[in-house]
């Protein structure tokens, strides 16, 4: 079945660091990709999608490159910051129509001042 | 920007009751998404609910569990004569499609349900 394998965390970086959260998955056919941020408190909130092969997602100075030939999707950041201290889930889904997305365990973002 | 919105937002019941958990998805939607997470594990797909019927479900989502959309806003998941080990966070979601037309699901902040 799909599964989504992320980096243990916490990972914890001074703030202006560069940041990589690697995401690698297996799935039958094409996958959309997905990353979701959860702030304390809060709900899950979409960050970045990509849909195909190559294609890059981008969303508040984060990235992430769809590489098929590797299954992998890591998030990237140039500079991060202390509001981007939450808890970060990269997700799938490989069937389409109402499916469920199938989530990584999620890895805990500190950024230290 | 309109939102899910979930009620209670910590549910305390104790063991072999029966609980509704509520979602209001975002008006347009027409998708309708139940997932939980235990404490320290990876959030989990449990049911996905489309024109008045379940679309999918995963193994977790066993005759315990049962959704309803009883009027035109509101989604409710009921967990059955509970037990210790359904003590979770549990997210609502909607999206305007389903997601093989990359259409994200937006996500509510989630019902803490505690067990005792």
């Known amino acids: 079945g799909d599964s989504v394998t992320q980096m243990e965390g916490p990972v914890t970086l001074s703030e202006e660091a560069f940041l990589t959260i690697n995401c690698t998955y297996t799935?039958?056919?094409?996958?959309?990709l997905f990353w979701y941020v959860q702030y304390p408190g809060e709900g899950l909130q979409l960050l970045l999608k990509?849909?195909?092969?190559?294609d890059k997602g981008s969303n508040k100075g984060f990235e992430a490159t769809y590489r098929k030939e590797t299954t992998s999707f890591h998030l990237e950041k140039g500079s991060v910051q202390v509001s981007d201290s939450a808890v970060y889930f990269c997700?799938?889904?490989?069937?389409?129509?109402?499916?469920?997305?199938?989530f990584g365990k999620g890895t805990h973002l500190i950024i230290q001042p | 920007e309109p939102e899910v919105t979930q009620t209670p937002s910590h549910q305390v019941t104790q063991m072999g009751q029966e609980v509704i958990l509520r979602c209001v998805p975002i008006?347009?939607?027409?998708?309708f998404y139940w997932y939980r997470q235990i404490l320290g594990q990876k959030v989990e797909f449990l049911v996905s609910?489309?024109?008045?019927?379940?679309?999918?479900k995963s193994e977790i989502f066993d005759d315990q569990f049962s959704v309803e959309r009883p009027d035109g806003s509101n989604f409710t998941l009921k967990i059955r004569s509970t037990k210790l080990e359904d003590s979770a966070m549990y997210f609502c979601?909607?999206?305007?499609?389903?997601?093989?037309?990359?259409?994200?699901?937006?996500f509510g902040d989630g019902t803490r349900l505690s067990i005792l």
């Open positions: 979601a909607s999206s305007p499609q389903g997601t093989g037309n990359n259409q994200p699901q937006h």
């Open positions: 799935a039958t056919g094409y996958p959309s």
């Open positions: 990509a849909t195909k092969a190559d």
């Open positions: 008006s347009n939607h027409l998708y």
């Open positions: 609910f489309y024109n008045n019927e379940i679309s999918e």
């Open positions: 997700a799938l889904n490989s069937r389409g129509g109402a499916d469920g997305l199938t």
